[in-house]
């Protein structure tokens, strides 16, 4: 990490702006808060990897429903939840008043965040600042806003493991603009230590899994084509045959990790934690 410039594209294309647009229609669309039900225990693995001291200021960048905010407000952390999709600040909101939970919440770009140098003690992002196009820009931004010594921590999906392999599937169906990294980077140390070693010291790495269950595959299938944007829009791209070929594809997917031998889907998804302390 070099610069607070974004990156340059060196190919034709879309600029990395005018990806990020297209990105906020696709988290826009479909339920992500159904998503969020199967990945909010992810939240309380980032926090406690990061060893979350209470009373301390935290940023939860790229948000969605706000499953790090919350977590880290459970722990009487002084919280700012932010997110570029006002509709999921909005269901944070009403899920923290649920719990009487006390966070802000503020809409914000990851790759421009709205706050001063050196603001928060740790600033986190769980299976969300990753999706930001333009990586090394989105990596500045964290380390940025965190006080010197505070805490750069990230939980990403890994690109072998099964959110990896999904978002490769969506990939050979709605192919992504060329030279766009693709998100499943963030969960290797080699990118990791291309973003930070210049901005952090002491990072470490923890891997891990988290367990999903669905009825059957089909089920799974059906479930992200109906709530998960990056599926739901590669599906609404597709003619009828195109659709039900990509449906059969995730069905597969699910089928390939599936551990259970009772007909359901019991799949275990892989990721990376990153967390190291601002120079």
């Known amino acids: ?57 935290v940023l939860d960048v790229a948000s969605g429903t706000g499953n790090v905010a919350l977590a880290a407000a459970r722990r009487f952390a002084r919280v700012t939840s932010t997110d570029y999709v006002p509709a999921l600040l909005d269901v944070g909101r009403a899920r923290a008043a649920a719990e009487s939970l006390s966070v802000e919440f503020q809409e914000a770009d990851a790759e421009h965040l709205p706050f001063a140098d050196d603001t928060f003690d740790y600033t986190l992002s769980a299976i969300g600042a990753m999706f930001a196009p333009d990586h090394e820009r989105t990596a500045c931004e964290l380390v ?61 790495f923890t891997e891990g899994t988290i367990t999903q269950r669905f009825e059957t595959p089909e089920h799974f299938a059906d479930f992200f084509v109906d709530h998960y944007g990056p599926t739901l829009k590669a599906a ?44």
């Open 1 to 57: 990490m070099t610069s607070t410039e974004p990156t340059t594209q060196t190919t034709t294309g879309p600029t990395l702006e005018q990806v990020k647009a297209k990105q906020q229609q696709t988290w826009s669309s479909g339920d992500y808060g159904r998503i969020a039900w199967l990945t909010n225990p992810l939240a309380d693995v980032l926090v406690e990897a990061v060893d979350l001291r209470p009373g301390a200021r």
């Open 144 to 204: 940025r806003v965190t006080k010197p010594g505070g805490v750069v921590g990230t939980l990403n999906w890994t690109p072998t493991g099964f959110v990896g392999e999904l978002l490769a599937t969506v990939g050979r169906y709605a192919p992504p603009p060329a030279g766009v990294v693709p998100p499943p980077r963030w969960g290797t140390t080699e990118h990791q230590h291309e973003l930070f070693d210049d901005a952090v010291t002491d990072l470490t």
């Open 236 to 279: 609404a791209s597709l003619d009828a045959d195109g659709q039900q070929a990509f449906r059969a594809d995730l069905a597969a997917l699910g089928e390939r990790f599936n551990r259970a031998t009772d007909g359901t889907l019991v799949c275990d998804w892989a990721y990376l934690v990153a967390s190291g302390r601002k120079r």
